[in-house]
T-cell receptor, first 108, second 112 residues
Framework: GNSVTQMEGPVTLSEEAFLTINCTYT??????LFWYVQYPGEGLQLLLK?????DKGSNKGFEATYRKETTSFHLEKGSVQVSDSAVYFC???????FGDGTTLTVKP | SAVISQKPSRDICQRGTSLTIQCQVD?????MFWYRQQPGQSLTLIAT?????????ESGFVIDKFPISRPNLTFSTLTVSNMSPEDSSIYLC?????????FGSGTRLTVV
């Protein structure tokens, strides 16, 4: 089945720093890949997705590229803001598999 | 994408009682799922709610503890039965397919 390994947290950055959260996957076939975000006290929201190899998903300044050769889908943002503080989850299209989540705290 | 209304948003319940969580979707969907998110942890799939038939439970979850209803293609309920403090979690419903999954805002349950 499909599974993901996600970078352990927590991650603490200063505002305007560069962010990378690593995610690698193992899968049968070529699943779609997703990043979800959970802001404090809220439910999960889809942040971005990519449906095939070499696709780049982007939203709110975040980007992730579906790399088949390295089986990765790392989340990046060039300049984080305090409002980006949240828990980020990587997931393949399989409904039952989520990464462990990475808690990001951005300090002013 | 679908819009999900989940309620209650939070509750504090006594040990031994049961709580039913409702999930209403604004459009007909084939696949509905229930997840649990224990404090500081990732999501764990409890079951897939099937319309017109019994839910499909994941390993470690049983119908007696988490009975699920799915009377139509827009609505489902999850009941947490005979609760104990270990059941304190966020419970989320989700709908989706290969393209994307949408989550409800979650029910934060505290059992005392």
């Amino acid at each position: 089945g499909n599974s993901v390994t996600q970078m352990e947290g927590p991650v603490t950055l200063s505002e305007e720093a560069f962010l990378t959260i690593n995610c690698t996957y193992t899968a049968t076939g070529y699943p779609s890949l997703f990043w979800y975000v959970q802001y404090p006290g809220e439910g999960l929201q889809l942040l971005l997705k990519a449906t095939k190899a070499d696709d780049k998903g982007s939203n709110k300044g975040f980007e992730a590229t579906y790399r088949k050769e390295t089986t990765s889908f790392h989340l990046e943002k060039g300049s984080v803001q305090v409002s980006d503080s949240a828990v980020y989850f990587c997931a393949p299209s399989s409904k039952s598999t989520f990464g462990d989540g990475t808690t990001l705290t951005v300090k002013p | 994408s679908a819009v999900i209304s989940q309620k209650p948003s939070r509750d504090i319940c006594q040990r031994g009682t049961s709580l039913t969580i409702q999930c209403q979707v604004d459009s007909q969907v084939t696949m509905m799922f229930w997840y649990r998110q224990q404090p500081g942890q990732s999501l764990t799939l409890i079951a897939t709610a099937n319309q017109g038939s019994e839910a499909t439970y994941e390993s470690g979850f049983v119908i007696d503890k988490f009975p699920i209803s799915r009377p139509n293609l827009t609505f489902s309920t999850l009941t947490v039965s005979n609760m104990s403090p270990e059941d304190s979690s966020i419970y989320l419903c989700s709908v989706g397919d290969r393209a994307s999954y949408t989550f409800g805002s979650g029910t934060r349950l505290t059992v005392v």
